[in-house]
């Protein structure tokens, strides 16, 4: 029987639809202005978005890089949630690729309010790094699928007007944020001087983000991509599942949150485990595991040898990620595997 894996959104695979929308997408070359299905998915993503402008690149850490290093100078610093994306799973770029120096904040469930951040700020001084960008994260990974508060953003953004600093979210999942709450998307990502967004993830796609912002600073995120590698040529084969996506899928991520909400409440009926339902908010459920029943590798192996992928996610928690390729009856099924192996 084919394994139920829970491991991550990104584990989904282009449908029959989205494979003969590929098949018959009209090309050219990107790197050269050509490609009219790279030119429509673009022009789509910020016209939700509410931006001027917007370029595809290959992954949401490409597009994070390409907006921190078009947006700042080296030595300048970025504010972010210590578990943010940018700080746990780019390989420590902001440093690397744009001399930047990153500031970690504790948040709670991974949501920075606005007077963390302007306590953070630093007063211009020859001896100090510059506070240049603001970066949140919407919905937060680590902390579970968290939504950030529409009027937190707006405080932070208060902050980051008066000190004159770059908003930048990596809104790899906002989608989920969007479907979850109702909130437009153009509203989400007004506050923001650059936003990215995922089409990889909850939406099926096989690659691929979308950065946006204005039109003069998409120009230059092009020359940045260049210099990061990400040129490509008849991309629009790529660019066409992320048009089948936005245009099929955003509406049904609202099943992946109720199969989530469901297997998280059910995990944390079971005594060896625990889940924070207050952060169990879209379509990730992160679990901590007693470590007096039984260490994370034990748990991820056995559940793997009965059918069930789920991914470590640190020294006592493992995550489950919902998405179009897992139906309720398998978070059901799933949910039955877990309770075998920790005894429920």
Same mark, same amino acid.
């Given at each position: 029987?084919?394994? $139920?894996?829970?491991?991550?959104?990104?584990?989904?695979? &282009?449908?029959?639809?989205? #494979?003969?929308?590929?098949?018959?997408?009209?090309?050219?070359?990107?790197?050269?202005?050509?490609?009219?299905?790279?030119?429509? !998915?673009?022009?789509?993503?910020?016209?939700?978005?509410?931006?001027?402008?917007?370029?595809?690149?290959?992954?949401?850490? =490409?597009?994070?890089?390409?907006?921190?290093?078009?947006?700042?100078?080296?030595?300048?610093?970025?504010?972010?949630?210590?578990?943010?994306?940018?700080?746990?799973?780019?390989?420590?770029?902001?440093?690397?690729?744009?001399?930047?120096?990153?500031?970690?904040?504790?948040?709670?469930? *991974?949501?920075?309010?606005?007077?963390?951040?302007?306590?953070?700020?630093?007063?211009?001084?020859?001896?100090?790094?510059?506070?240049?960008?603001?970066?949140?994260?919407?919905?937060?990974?680590?902390?579970?699928?968290?939504?950030? &508060?529409?009027?937190?953003?707006?405080?932070?953004?208060?902050?980051?007007?008066?000190?004159?600093?770059?908003?930048?979210?990596?809104?790899?999942? !906002?989608?989920?944020?969007?479907?979850?709450?109702?909130?437009?998307?153009? #509203?989400?990502?007004?506050? +923001?001087?650059?936003?990215?967004?995922?089409?990889?993830?909850?939406?099926? @796609?096989? $690659?691929?983000?979308?950065?946006? *912002?204005?039109?003069?600073?998409?120009?230059?995120?092009?020359?940045?991509?260049?210099?990061?590698? *990400?040129? =490509?040529?008849?991309?629009?084969?790529?660019? @066409?599942? *992320?048009?089948?996506?936005?245009?099929?899928?955003?509406?049904?991520?609202?099943?992946?949150?109720?199969?989530?909400?469901?297997?998280?409440?059910? !995990?944390? #009926?079971?005594?060896?485990?625990?889940?924070?339902?207050?952060?169990?908010?879209?379509?990730?459920?992160?679990?901590? $595991?007693? &470590?007096?029943?039984?260490?994370?590798?034990? +748990?991820?192996?056995?559940?793997?040898?009965?059918?069930?992928?789920?991914?470590? +996610? %640190?020294?006592?928690?493992?995550?489950?990620?919902?998405?179009?390729?897992?139906?309720?009856?398998?978070?059901?099924?799933?949910?039955?595997?877990?309770?075998?192996?920790? %005894?429920?």
């Amino acid at each position: 029987m084919k394994p $139920i894996d829970l491991r991550s959104d990104t584990v989904t695979r &282009p449908s029959p639809a989205m #494979r003969r929308a590929m098949a018959e997408a009209e090309v050219g070359d990107d790197v050269l202005g050509d490609d009219p299905t790279v030119k429509r !998915l673009e022009a789509m993503v910020a016209e939700r978005l509410g931006k001027e402008a917007a370029i595809y690149v290959p992954s949401g850490t =490409m597009s994070n890089q390409v907006a921190l290093y078009t947006a700042s100078e080296r030595g300048d610093e970025i504010l972010c949630e210590t578990g943010s994306h940018i700080i746990s799973y780019e390989v420590a770029a902001p440093a690397v690729i744009s001399g930047l120096l990153t500031h970690p904040i504790d948040g709670e469930l *991974g949501i920075l309010s606005a007077a963390q951040v302007a306590r953070h700020v630093r007063e211009p001084n020859i001896h100090c790094p510059r506070t240049r960008i603001i970066a949140l994260e919407n919905t937060h990974n680590r902390a579970g699928g968290t939504i950030y &508060p529409l009027e937190t953003i707006a405080e932070i953004e208060m902050v980051a007007r008066k000190h004159g600093l770059w908003m930048h979210l990596d809104g790899a999942r !906002l989608w989920n944020a969007h479907i979850a709450t109702g909130i437009p998307l153009d #509203r989400y990502a007004a506050p +923001f001087d650059s936003v990215s967004v995922c089409l990889s993830k909850g939406l099926g @796609a096989p $690659i691929g983000s979308v950065l946006s *912002g204005t039109r003069d600073f998409i120009a230059k995120a092009r020359r940045t991509r260049k210099m990061f590698g *990400g040129g =490509m040529r008849q991309v629009g084969i790529l660019a @066409a599942a *992320g048009i089948y996506a936005l245009e099929h899928n955003i509406p049904r991520l609202a099943e992946d949150h109720a199969n989530a909400r469901e297997l998280a409440e059910e !995990l944390n #009926r079971m005594p060896a485990l625990t889940v924070n339902l207050k952060a169990a908010q879209t379509n990730i459920i992160a679990v901590e $595991i007693d &470590p007096a029943k039984m260490t994370v590798p034990d +748990f991820v192996s056995r559940l793997a040898a009965k059918g069930v992928l789920c991914i470590p +996610f %640190g020294p006592t928690r493992v995550r489950f990620v919902t998405h179009l390729d897992v139906t309720a009856e398998d978070c059901r099924r799933a949910a039955a595997a877990v309770g075998e192996v920790v %005894g429920a």
